[in-house]
């Protein structure tokens, strides 16, 4: 078995790409901004709490789901992130 291949996504905070596994993904759908990895929707991949936060001051959320996003949503967002404890270090 061979794990060469490791699947890279660009964060939309930091703009670095990374392996999937090390980002956390949030996709955009009827109960607003959640964080699901493998939910239906267009998916936004994150590095963490900073990250979120950075892509919320340059609208890159609206940019990558091409909706209007409301900055509750996403602070929401963030904050179950952070409740979840699911940011490691
Ligand atoms: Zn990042």
């Known amino acids: 078995m061979t794990s060469t291949e490791l699947r890279l996504r660009t964060c939309i905070g930091c703009r670095q790409r990374r392996e999937q596994d090390k980002l956390f993904r949030c996709v955009y759908g009827d109960r607003g901004a959640v964080i699901d ?51 490691r270090v």
Request: hydrophobic share 35%; aromatic share 6%; net charge negative.
């Open 37 to 87: 990895r493998n939910g239906a929707g267009r998916g936004v991949w994150l590095c963490g709490v900073e990250c979120a936060q950075q892509a919320l001051q340059t609208g890159a959320y609206a940019k990558a789901w091409r909706v209007e996003v409301d900055r509750n949503d996403i602070e929401e967002m963030i904050r179950s992130q952070v409740c979840a404890g699911t940011e």
